[in-house]
């Protein structure tokens, strides 16, 4: 389970964003908010990321232990944004690889990933070469790899065409549901907000 | 987050104090306190003798002259180029045209320049005597001439190619974080030509980008040596120069008057700056002036056709230079008249072999040690602030002090206290005094790049759970792996190019191909001389060849390795 106990982010002194919340696995919390509200800079500080031009108060709990003083690559809290941010010098099998715990059999695992999602023989392939579609598959793939505790989406659809965006929502979702983690996911988009199920806040405050 | 500050305090020190610190150190003997020849008694007296010697105000008129109208030809130049470029969207060839010329040598640009200018020169020859009608060289004062034209001409020409690739990155970083381009099309919109709205919309969002670094020219600029020692007259020289022949000489007393006319040095370099502010603002007032597009389009019709002549005027006379020098260097038998030597010879450069191992070890060795350690000190310090964007920008700023106060001034002093404290070290002494000039040029090439990378590529990464260190070296590292490699290699051909570090640092005892050129150019065989400066052409280029082959070449490729 994931836990914001009583946060609050400041900026320049003055407090930006309030949350109080739980996300039970499995879960979705999604906040909505327009351009500028904070809920950016949430996702940021429960990843580990806050610009030192904010500071936050509060606890984030997650499974029990208390992260909010762990290093982002100890929080075991995985990140999605709207682009796929796949890393551009290696190839999707290496891009999948990058964070992946499991070190024996990796070729196979990674091969048996892209099967799962039609992307089957596209390893040595580079980002570049791929379709914005296939490019969030690896991405998602990536994430999954890592084997997260939490997932964190950043207004992951926002960037795709209309037609990619409805079948690739669709399946990214569908993924995140199977992994039983808590996901956090911070959009504009009311469509977005509408196809998962789970607690709404929405952010009203500018910064 | 935890910042690790350590790294950019010790960055900026070791930048800084050698800087501040040697410009107090010349302070104290121009007021007549010098303990260690016995001068404990504050006194004006030293100033009053220069203001009174021969030639000083002179010297004066000439230092701040031949920097202000430089720096303004260059500046003026590298605008035309900028707004016709622009124009046509040839900025990134322009740019890649002129790094070249970027990474020549002051030294080497100022032989190569003489040759071509001097009355025996190739210029003179193409011309002879068909044209002028000399069948014996004319007996002009050039290119030593005494109003300093062909120096003034000369650091133009040197700082051309720096002023406009300071240009061209700004404008790209302008570029992508502002609506230039819908600036510019409503400009167009509104009458305006393209070359019009570059100057009048344009120019006063990149300007103020490039204001800094232009101060930094000017000061440099004013307290050059090389161009002025090689290209300008001699009775009365720059201050700078005058300065160097105070501090060279063997009677002690005249470290004293050095002091003087490095706070002389310092007050002229306030002075240059003072009088390019006022060019600013009268710059700014006939800007405003144009803005009306029948006006405007009208004033800046004619440039249009300059530009490209203008152009192949400047590289033309690069090209000449550079294939000048090249002649000479296997020049036998060259009487004047003949546009090419009338046989070869290897002998130049076999002479030259024999004396030119030390110092061609030396300056490889300080320059690709020092090159190295500004990289990694400054490879660390963009790491530990990566999350503090405020610390980092304290840095870029702190890091122009050196910049902004004369070279001579605190390398004199900076050399003074090093060599005292590392006495047993000269080549200690050296090594520092050229870090403290090298580190700002290393940390400027790869800031903005550095700023560039995707922040969210970085989170991505560490919540995929890679360390600080796994980020840097499988993903940062293969993606800044050129500009890491450009770093490196400016930083090593700045070194190579330092003449005064090494002199002032080693007391004289350290010899590279710089201080050798710089030596003999003051008298030596202009064919020797010419070798000397096409090594000292060929080091950066080599090091730049060498550094492009293993970014591009995929040396330092990333990916992590499957099992």
Known sequence: MLELQNVKIYQNGKVILSVNEQVEPGQFLTIMGRSGSGKSTLLNWIAGQLSSDFNAKGSLILNGKRLDNVATERRQIGLMYQDALLFPHMTVEQNIAFGMKQQMNKKQIIHDYLQSVDLEGLGERMPDSLSGGQQSRVSLLRLMASEPKAILLDEPFSNLDEEVKITTRQFVLDQLKQTSVPVVMVTHDKEDANAVSGKLISLNSSC | ?563
């Open chain 2, 1 to 563: 987050m935890t910042i690790n500050k350590w790294p950019a305090v010790l960055l900026c020190s070791l930048i800084i104090l050698p800087a501040l610190g040697g410009s107090i150190a010349v302070v104290l003997p121009a007021f007549g306190y010098l303990p260690a020849l016995e001068q404990t008694q504050f006194t004006f007296s030293i100033f009053n003798q220069l203001f009174s010697s021969q030639g000083f105000y002179s010297s004066v008129r000439l230092t701040i002259m031949s920097s202000v109208f430089s720096i303004l030809i260059a500046v003026i130049t590298s605008l035309i180029f900028a707004a016709y470029y622009y124009e046509k969207r040839k900025l990134a060839s322009l740019s890649t045209s002129l790094r070249p010329l970027l990474v020549l040598p002051h030294a080497a640009a100022a032989i190569a320049i003489g040759f071509v200018l001097a009355p025996s020169g190739i210029l003179i020859r193409m011309l002879s005597p068909d044209v002028t009608g000399f069948v014996l060289p004319p007996s002009w004062a050039i290119p030593n001439d005494g109003f300093g034209l062909v120096m003034t001409l000369s650091l133009a020409l040197k700082e051309i190619p720096f002023i406009m690739l300071l240009m061209v990155s700004v404008i790209y970083q302008v570029q992508r974080t502002s609506l230039f381009n819908q600036y510019v099309s409503a400009a167009q919109s509104l009458g305006y030509s393209a070359f019009s709205s570059f100057i009048l919309i344009l120019w006063p969002q990149i300007y103020p980008l490039i204001r800094l670094p232009i101060f930094a020219v000017l000061v440099y600029t004013s307290a050059s040596i090389e161009i002025p020692l090689i290209l300008g007259p001699s009775s009365p020289s720059t201050i700078a120069i005058t300065l160097l022949t105070s501090l060279n000489d063997v009677d002690l007393q005249q470290r004293l008057t050095a002091s003087a006319l490095a706070v002389v040095q310092i007050l002229v370099s306030v002075v240059s700056i003072f009088i390019w502010i006022v060019i600013e603002k009268l710059g700014e007032k006939s800007r405003l002036m144009l803005a009306h597009p029948n006006k405007a389009n009208t004033i800046f019709a004619p440039i249009k056709y300059i530009v490209r002549l203008l152009f192949f005027i400047i590289v033309g006379f690069m090209l000449i230079a550079f294939f000048g020098i090249c002649l000479l260097s296997i020049a036998g038998h060259w009487p004047f008249k003949s546009v090419l030597p009338l046989n070869f010879t290897l002998q130049n450069w076999m002479s030259a072999i024999h004396s030119i191992q030390t110092p061609l070890f030396n300056g490889l060795w300080i320059g690709l040690t020092v090159a190295l350690v500004c990289l990694g000190l400054c490879v660390t310090t963009l790491e530990a602030t990566s999350s503090s964007i405020k610390l980092r920008a304290l840095v870029t700023k702190l890091i122009y002090v050196p910049l902004l106060i004369p070279m001579v001034v605190f390398m004199f002093g900076a050399s003074f206290i090093v060599t005292l404290y590392f006495e047993f070290s000269p080549i200690f002494s050296v090594l520092l005094l050229h870090f403290v000039v090298v580190a700002p040029y290393v940390w400027i090439a790869l800031v903005q790049q550095y700023e560039d990378l995707d922040p969210r590529l970085i989170s991505v990464a560490k919540t995929l759970g890679a360390s600080q260190m796994k980020v840097f070296v499988e993903v940062k590292l293969p993606l800044l792996k050129q500009t890491f490699a450009v770093a490196f290699a400016l930083g090593a051909s700045i070194s190579f190019s330092q003449y005064l570090p090494t002199l002032l640092g080693g007391s004289g005892n350290i010899d590279t191909i710089t201080t050798e050129a710089v030596a003999l150019a003051s008298g030596g065989s202009r064919r020797l001389i010419s070798v000397y400066s096409l090594i000292q052409i060929i080091m950066p280029m080599v090091v730049f060849s060498i550094a492009n082959l293993i970014s591009g070449r995929g040396l330092l490729r990333g990916g992590n390795k499957l099992a």
